[in-house]
Each structure stands twice: as structure tokens, then as C-alpha cells.
């Protein structure tokens, strides 16, 4: 999971939902916790009874303060958004500012599907339209309801 978005705001629901969705289908899901929708999506996969790994910043080894099945403390800052970008079968991108972006080329460069959130601003509405670059290195599908995304993720565990 990809992103940032604020609470209050469409975009930090739909990263809610996904949360959801993901645990409802049995996929891990792999955030950074460092934006308030990515943490969002962690605490509503968790309690949906599904599996969360957080990939955080800094190097602290206790999970108090992720919501996580499992910690990856990498303490490597912003150079774990490689860690990220691979870290799953494809990425979902909620909104996002540049730290989302950069994330997202790296996904693309590695060859994961990039599932954007659509019509909710940040760099996710751009992609469909702009991706990373022109060598189509791997599909963008867009969403924008909960079951547009669920469509999209069962053709990753089927």
C-alpha cells in the first residue's frame, strides 16, 4: 500500500476499505504506516483479522507503535521505499505526494502492476494518464470503489 492521505478525506476511507478488501481475500498487506491512510488501511486489514506487515523508517523494534503482524524496521528512512515498491505482488497507490511517486517508479522499474485509486487527487488519479515512463513495464489499472479494486485483486490470488 502506497500513499498519503488525510483523514476526513475520501481517498483515507478508500484506504480503509482496501485494508479491508485485502484481509477479506486473504492478502498480506505491506505498509509503510507513514502517512494517516497507509496507517489507516494497516489498522482496518488488522482488525479485519488479516496479516499487516509494516516496513517503517526507523530502526525501533517494537511494535507498539505500528499496527503490524509483523515489524521490518529498516532504519533506512526514505530508502525503504525500494523495500516497498517490491515488497508485494503489486502495489496499491492511494493519492500521494512525492515520497508516494518515487515509490511508484521503483514498483514500475521492478515490473509491479500499480493499482492507483482514482477521482481522490494525489498522484494516483495521474497515472493511468502518465505513467512512469513510455515502456509499459507493467499494467495500471485504476479504481475507484471498493469493488473495482476487489475485482482487481482476485486475479492476483487466483
Known amino acids: ?3 498519503s492521505a488525510e483523514p476526513g478525506s475520501v481517498a483515507y476511507e478508500r484506504a480503509g ?3 479491508e478488501i485485502l484481509a477479506s481475500l486473504g492478502i498480506t498487506t ?6 494517516p491512510a497507509t496507517r489507516f488501511a494497516a489498522e482496518r486489514a488488522l482488525a479485519a483479522g488479516g496479516q499487516v506487515v509494516s516496513i517503517v523508517p526507523t530502526d525501533e523494534i517494537t511494535t507498539a507503535d505500528w499496527p ?6 529498516c532504519g533506512m528512512g526514505d530508502a525503504r521505499n525500494l523495500m516497498m515498491a517490491l515488497a508485494g505482488d503489486a502495489c496499491l497507490v492511494i493519492g500521494g505526494r512525492a515520497g508516494t511517486i518515487s515509490e511508484v517508479c521503483l514498483a514500475w522499474l521492478h515490473r509491479r502492476p500499480l493499482f492507483p485509486l ?3 487527487g494525489g498522484w494516483s488519479d495521474r497515472l493511468i494518464d502518465n505513467p512512469p515512463d513510455e515502456r509499459k513495464l507493467a499494467p495500471i489499472q485504476g479504481w475507484s470503489t471498493g469493488k473495482d479494486l476487489r475485482t482487481l485483486l482476485r486475479h492476483i490470488v487466483e
Do not use: Q
Open 1 to 3: 500500500m502506497l500513499g
Open 17 to 19: 476499505e482496501a485494508g
Open 30 to 35: 505491506v505498509s509503510g504506516c507513514g502517512s
Open 68 to 73: 503490524c503482524t509483523v515489524l521490518i524496521p
Open 118 to 120: 482514482l477521482g481522490c
